[in-house]
């Protein structure tokens, strides 16, 4: 039987070199299967680890938002067979990608899951931050339309102040001003939010300000760059 | 003026070097001021990561639990005069650890605050659990009197229930094997419990069950051993 290794990739353009342990960097040689949320990103990933030579003779596997329940249970008999690589398009996988529908798999039938060591661009951002690492949750995106997203804020806050809570969340890049423009306006000048965005690379950003201090930033804005949002009221 | 580089450990007794990135190890050599939880676990880990021959050049201040607001505050000249490095006692630090103040503190004085990556025991719990890693939320330890543990646990559990969440936990070893039973008995049969010890160790084990198969696994003990708890009801 063989075992389900989860294997983080860098944030962004980085060398994986610098990145990635030892542990991780010697393990991908000894892998011939791995499960990709897309093969694209993952060969050429796998490529700048230095599996240059041999890339032809891996077999690929995608696993993504398209794929079925069925489709991933199809995806066992591959760790009867041998170890398998999980990666997902950046950072750790089976964290906010499908890939946990696939180690949930591996736990009910008794397969071994091995976490590696990698980027976490949440845990990064939260140490980072300066805010509570000792109480804090991450639900994912905010809602995407104006009216629900400025109340989902407001809800948010409200349960940050009332346990003492940070509060973590990622948007789609090209929303991150509006987000961003969402919380000046609707969060209260106390509340600190913290900005993260390009972690590890080298434009990296991270800054923690209250939201009364970020309102007195002239012509500051994020971009289209992952971005991590902490804000704790 | 210096930053603040906030640099992993390892979770256990693991040669630096394996789980360590590049950008980490490269670094190391390269600063002469940390901020440490306690100096012994830094200097052993600095040797282990290949400082042996000029660590007693080396400055260490220490911030831990018993550093008052003053007493932090008093870590930042040292920052004015040069890059320090800030290292917990295992794992990410300024997560959930006193080392949070100091960045805090660097934020408001515009003192740059650089994250370097390596292993989160709770990152990699959740990765390997196969529960719900689009929303999850850490408190840190329950209460340690047996009513109001079992009474957390229940909120806790309607919590996760109700928010589809995953909820982390992390306990003091010598308990873990009370609140596992506390567990078994307070939760419900449905509910997914995930037992994640001595991550990255040799001795590694990641099992997630239902309350229901868990009741059924005889003669299983956690023993005393760093491990990261998650439910997901």
Redesign the interface.
Known sequence: MGRLF?IPSPLGDNNP???????VLSLLPELKTFVVEEVRTARRFLSAAGLKGHIDELEFHELNEHTTAAGTEALLPLLERSDVGLISEAG??????PG????????RKGI????M????S???????????????????YLPAKTDERRQALKTVEKQSSQLN?SEIFIETPYRNDSLFADMLSGLAPGTRLCIAAD??LPT?L????TIAEWRKVNGFTIGKRPCVFIILA
């Open positions: 989860l070199a610098e990145v990635l342990p030892a542990s750790l996988p089976a964290v906010a990608d946990a529908a696939l180690v949930a798999l591996c736990h071994e899951v091995i976490p060591v990698g980027p976490s949440l845990m990064m951002a939260l140490m980072a931050s300066g805010l509570n690492g000792q109480s804090f949750a991450f639900r994912g809570q972690i590890t990296q991270i800054r923690t300000r």
